[in-house]
Structure formats: structure tokens, C-alpha cells
């Protein structure tokens, strides 16, 4: 799990269609909104919960549990079990996650920043950090992938890093995300890709890489392509190319 020093608040609760923002505390206004004579005393809003409708609760869940620290704390099932909810709590913030039978995933949802500003909406779900590229250095060892590395972003010298969610379960042949899922084989899950209608099993991870496959993007690097060329040939996203040229190097003698 995040240190708490690391991952002390929300800043922002805004629904995460696909992006996800970490910001530096340190950087923020330090102004504190101004209460409004007209507002009634009797209504105190505070942030409670956002609600992700998910593909795959289990791996949504994991997803949340492993990279981000998040813990399940309940799971719901309503509707004869057509509808299941995991509870994700850190201090002070709680994100469910549903499954919902037949819910599908539009393909607009999957544009990154700042393409995702073009369909309307909450667009993304930002937590607060004390140092975002640390953060940036924590989550890429935990096989986390981002859109970019930290920026500033002006003109509000604000730090900031967008990392993708991959809660979702991600179409091996075609990438897309409108997956359900399509029985058990041998205790593997199968699902079916709505986009391209194949089939495909649950091994869609950076550790599922060939051992060929991770040599030859290490060769390509060692040769002089950017990550982000090699990503355009291999198809390897390039933060997990970062990470393995990370773990070769810390391997030397």
C-alpha cells in the first residue's frame, strides 16, 4: 500500500471514464474558498464515494488493491447477482466498483487527455500527492502505465502525471475495452471481445511477455529507439519497456 505521506487526499472527485490524475499537494493554491453568505447553514457537503462501472469486478479490484493501495473493505451483490459492487476505500475516500450484466464501455470513453475533454462529462479522478514524481517512480515499479511522464502544468505550476487505468480488461487482438466475460476454461477466465467478436483468455499483463519479446525491445533500446518508437513497433506500451530497461540496469554488477 501507498505510504499515507504519498497519498494523503483527493483534490479532485470527479469520475475516472478512463483517466486518472496524481497532483502535487505542495503545488496547490494555498487560497481557501470564500463561504457564502446566501448558502444555508443547514446543507454541509462533504466527498463521500465515486461510483466506476466496471467489465470485471475481481480485476478491477485487484487492480485498485495492487497498484493504487486501494482495500477492499465490502462487497454488495444485488439483483440475483447480476449486480456486484467492491467497495475500495484508502482514508477518507471510497471508490465502488460495479459490474453490471450487459453494461457496455463506449469507445469515446477511452480517448486519453486531452482528447477525453472532447466528450462531455466527469472526465477524471485526480489524487493529491507530496511529491508527484515519486509517486510517478512508485507506481511505474508497480507496473503501472502512464499517458506521459510528470509535467508542470501552466499556467498554474501545478505538477502533475496522468497514468492509464487498466482496471479494465483489455481486448488482446484488438485492444479495445468493450469485453464481457465468456465462461472458464481449465480456471482461466475467458471473455469475449464485443469490438472485434474473438475470444481471448486472462493473461493480458505486462508480466505475460515473452522472455523473446522483452529481449527484443531491450535490444532495440540498447540501439539507440525511443521508448515511445518502440512502442509503435512492438506494441509494448512504453512505460513497461521503462520498467525493464529499470530492472536490467539494476542487475548489473
Not at 57 to 73: D, P
Not at 150 to 158: E, F
Not at 224 to 240: K, L, Y
Amino acid at each position: 500500500m501507498l505510504p499515507k505521506k504519498l497519498l494523503p487526499a483527493i483534490t479532485l472527485s470527479v469520475l475516472a471514464i478512463g483517466s486518472l490524475a496524481i497532483h502535487s499537494v505542495a503545488q496547490q493554491s494555498q487560497q481557501q474558498p470564500t463561504q457564502d453568505p446566501a448558502r444555508s447553514p443547514e446543507l454541509s457537503l462533504a466527498t463521500h464515494h465515486m461510483t466506476v462501472s466496471v467489465a470485471d469486478v475481481e480485476a478491477a479490484s485487484q487492480w485498485y488493491s495492487e497498484k493504487l493501495g486501494f482495500t477492499e473493505t465490502r462487497r454488495v451483490v444485488l439483483d440475483n447477482g447480476n449486480v456486484q459492487i467492491a467497495w475500495m476505500e484508502i482514508p477518507g475516500f471510497r471508490v465502488d466498483l460495479a459490474q453490471v450484466q450487459g453494461s457496455v464501455r463506449p469507445e469515446e470513453q477511452n480517448a486519453v487527455p486531452p482528447q477525453h475533454m472532447l466528450s462531455q462529462g466527469w472526465r477524471h479522478l485526480a489524487f493529491a500527492v507530496d511529491d508527484v514524481d515519486r509517486a510517478y517512480e512508485t507506481l511505474s515499479d508497480r507496473g503501472v502505465e502512464f499517458i506521459s511522464p510528470p509535467v508542470t502544468y501552466d499556467p498554474l505550476g501545478i505538477r502533475i502525471v496522468a497514468l492509464q487505468n487498466r482496471s479494465m480488461m483489455q481486448c488482446s487482438h484488438c485492444q479495445s475495452n468493450q469485453t464481457v466475460k465468456n465462461g472458464r476454461r481449465k480456471g482461466i477466465q475467458n471473455y469475449l471481445c464485443r469490438s472485434c467478436n474473438r475470444q481471448f483468455r486472462e493473461t493480458h499483463t505486462p508480466q505475460g511477455y515473452s522472455l523473446e519479446v522483452k529481449a527484443h525491445c531491450l535490444n532495440l533500446y540498447l540501439n539507440g529507439m525511443g521508448f515511445r518508437a518502440i512502442e509503435r513497433v512492438t506494441g509494448v506500451c512504453h512505460n513497461t519497456v521503462i520498467n525493464w530497461v529499470k530492472q536490467a540496469a539494476q542487475a548489473l554488477p
